[in-house]
Nanobody
Framework: QVQLVESGGGSVQAGGSLRLSCVAS????????VAWFRQAPGVEREAVAS????????HYADSVKGRFTISRDKAKDTLYLQMNSLKPEDTAMYYC???????????????WGQGTQVTVSS
């Protein structure tokens, strides 16, 4: 089992920055895939950024490319999402997720945090 706890959300004005953190505990060694998702009311959940714990390749949603950066501190078992140049449309609940990788299925996210709210005002 893996437990994920996010923090760092809050309210900022457009153009501002926030850094989200996600501390993992438990059997974290089995997680190859880690990611940040977000969901706004009435909107389908969206993968914002993802990476593999075994490498440095990261993937981003087109809507956040150039503004958001995903990173990981292996020693602290902590995943980060640095969010710059925030826009009102970035307002959502942000979740970190972790899981395994399969050749046929790709990343499967088995573990989720409770979420942290990000609100961006214009």
């Amino acid at each position: 089992q893996v437990q994920l706890v996010e923090s760092g959300g809050g309210s900022v004005q457009a153009g501002g920055s926030l850094r989200l953190s996600c501390v993992a505990s438990g059997d974290t060694n089995s997680n190859v895939c880690v990611a940040w998702f977000r969901q706004a009311p009435g909107v389908e959940r969206e993968a914002v950024a993802s990476m593999y714990t075994t490498g440095f390749i990261a993937h981003y949603a087109d809507s956040v490319k150039g503004r958001f950066t995903i990173s990981r501190d292996k020693a602290k078992d902590t995943l980060y999402l640095q969010m710059n140049s925030l826009k009102p449309e970035d307002t959502a609940m942000y979740y970190c997720a972790a899981g395994s990788y399969g050749l046929r299925t790709g990343c499967r996210y088995d573990y989720w945090g409770q979420g942290t709210q990000v609100t961006v005002s214009s």
